[in-house]
């Protein structure tokens, strides 16, 4: 349920803009063997070489200015979120507390390059969290944030990060709009867009399931970072604090709390246009119900649990939060008066209220005309943390950055 949109620069600039090494643009991403457990890292998005990091990171940061936060991290149609009638409800509301998710959750922003033809760039929008590590530097997110298919835009091969910053706490609050047509200019945010900093991401992974089918068809959808702030050698963890992690839990039905900066209307099952007339789509939303993201805003969403059908260790919920919350926390057992809880999982996929909606493959694409039925649903699925997470949790709690 990823947001995407691609760059319109050429493969040269961007390379130089962007301080992507040699390596990672023209490194195949690793095959995982079917009984491998361990987590594939991906290429290096900045250099472990000490000589060249600190400028890397730097350079990697710095591409992410207002005006790019703006044209790849809001909403595309341009108006501002509003609730449904009777105001925000439990499928989604803005988190007014403060406690320690307004600081572990943020925004994360990236660039993919394609796989099969590496002058597609593709920026897009996430969330994400920090979590307790003995770094103090990790992050957790959806695999599809880092990688995923990119059958589901129309185009071949994967697309793979190559760019990517965390900004924790994020607030879009004084972010403008982005109406020109060089986004280069910009200023970097500040202290009110981004209070805790802007972090770059250093290293990132994703499960061997992931990484073998990147399609929402084999779950494994969960990835791992580690940033770091240029110039400033303190830990995330230590500045923003972190939420506990847990592996293995399967029960159904349990109440969770799911955080993010959904974005995109135009997969927003809730959105109005969506069901008024105004789109091709019609959901049969009903008005009292119909509501309006913008990126702007930590929202979040309060329910209980089913299982899902397709995919294992997941949980089902009703919500209405849209993509550019993919990646967000689950919590469970979550205070709202301290913001804390324990995660485990995050947002992977929309599915329907019996937890039965089918992924995609070819077959169901030619049957259906192309749009999975889990681009739109009234549900959210997220991908709960087995053997696997906690295998990629063991390698990046403890890896440098």
């Not at 992507?20 to 070489?49: H, K, M, N, S």
């Not at 400028?55 to 990697?60: A, C």
């Not at 760019?163 to 994020?170: D, K």
């Not at 991401?201 to 499960?207: F, G, H, N, Y």
């Amino acid at each position: 349920m990823d947001l995407r949109r691609t760059l319109r620069h050429r493969l040269t600039t961007l390379v130089g803009v962007l301080g992507i090494t040699a390596a990672a643009l023209f490194a195949a991403p690793a095959t995982a063997r079917a009984d491998d457990t361990a987590p594939v890292e991906l290429p290096r998005l900045v250099t472990g070489d000490p000589a060249n990091h600190a400028g890397m990171l730097q350079t990697e940061v710095n591409w992410w200015n207002l005006a790019r936060i703006a044209e790849y991290g809001l909403n595309a149609d341009g108006a501002d979120a509003f609730p449904p009638p009777g105001g925000w409800d439990d499928l989604s509301r803005p988190w007014a507390g403060q406690g320690t998710v307004s600081r572990t959750t943020g925004k994360l922003l990236m660039v993919y390059r394609n796989s099969f033809d590496p002058s597609q760039y593709v920026p897009s929008a996430c969330s994400a969290n920090v979590i307790t590590a003995a770094n103090r530097s990790t992050i957790v997110t959806a695999g599809h944030c880092f990688k995923v298919t990119a059958n589901l835009r129309g185009a071949l091969g994967d697309d793979v990060v190559v760019n990517a910053v965390f900004i924790p706490g994020f607030n879009g609050a004084n972010v403008p709009r982005f109406t020109g047509t060089d986004d280069s200019t910009a200023p970097p945010p500040g202290t009110d867009v981004a209070p805790y900093g802007v972090w770059g991401v250093t290293r990132a992974w994703i499960t061997p399931t992931w990484d073998g089918d990147s399609t929402f068809r084999s779950g494994g959808d969960v990835a791992m970072a580690t940033v770091e702030r240029p110039g400033d050698p303190t830990p995330i963890q230590q500045i923003t604090g972190g939420q506990n992690i847990a592996f293995g839990v399967a029960a159904n039905p349990l109440t969770l709390h799911q955080f993010g900066y959904p974005t995109d209307n135009n997969r927003n099952w809730y959105w109005s246009k969506n069901s008024d007339g105004s789109t091709a789509a019609d959901f049969g939303v009903a008005p009292s119900l119909r509501r309006g993201f913008d990126g702007r805003t930590l929202m979040y969403a309060r329910g209980d649990t089913i299982a899902d059908s397709t995919v294992g260790l997941a949980h089902d919920m009703a919500s209405a939060m849209s993509p550019g919350s993919s990646g967000g926390p689950w919590l469970m057992n979550f205070d709202p008066a301290t913001g804390t809880g324990t995660q485990i999982a995050v947002t992977s996929r929309f599915t329907d209220p019996t937890g039965t909606s089918p992924w995609w493959d070819a077959a169901w694409a030619i049957v259906h005309g192309g749009t999975p039925n889990w681009a739109y649903g009234p549900y959210l699925m997220s991908n709960g943390f087995g053997d696997l997470t906690q295998a990629m949790y063991n390698v990046a709690r403890n890896a440098t950055v």
